[in-house]
């Protein structure tokens, strides 16, 4: 019987699909449990004490106002950017480093600044549309790299 990691040095990438899936699977639920548990925690104190944290960096009023609208809605954002940052390096582990760059490329700079602008000065919305769509594009993330991962491409990558 062969270790996981012998199996990555096989050449056919077909025998290795067994054992490296299941174990980045587990990888991927262990390491998305943590991530979630822990930007859920920190999304949380984000939310609850976003002025004092506010309030920390600056004495503006104005300032602290904007702060404390961002701080709060990008918090709202980070389970799913955490389940994202999971699968994208989840993605890198594999060997797959273009997907993620692929999947950032498009969701940050191809939606998420257009996003911003549509909703920040088109829309009318303001600073408060520009960090609305800061956390639609986290989620857009989280949701893109698990359909991509779904679809197992990075299963063909030869490290």
Known sequence: ??????????????ARLP???STLVILVSFFSGIQLIFLGIIGLVFILFAPQIIWFYTTDPDVAKYGVDCLRIVAYGFLFYAYGMVLG?????????WTPTI?????FWL????????LGVVAGIGPRGV???????FSTLALVSAVVFRQGRWKTRMV
């Open 1 to 14: 019987m062969k270790f996981r990691h012998q199996l990555f040095d096989v050449g056919d990438s077909y």
């Open 19 to 21: 054992s490296g899936w």
């Open 89 to 97: 390096q989840s993605f890198n582990g594999a060997g797959d480093t």
């Open 103 to 107: 999947i950032n490329l498009f969701v």
């Open 111 to 118: 939606w998420e600044i257009p996003l911003a602008y549509v």
């Open 131 to 137: 960090f609305i769509a800061m956390t639609i594009a």
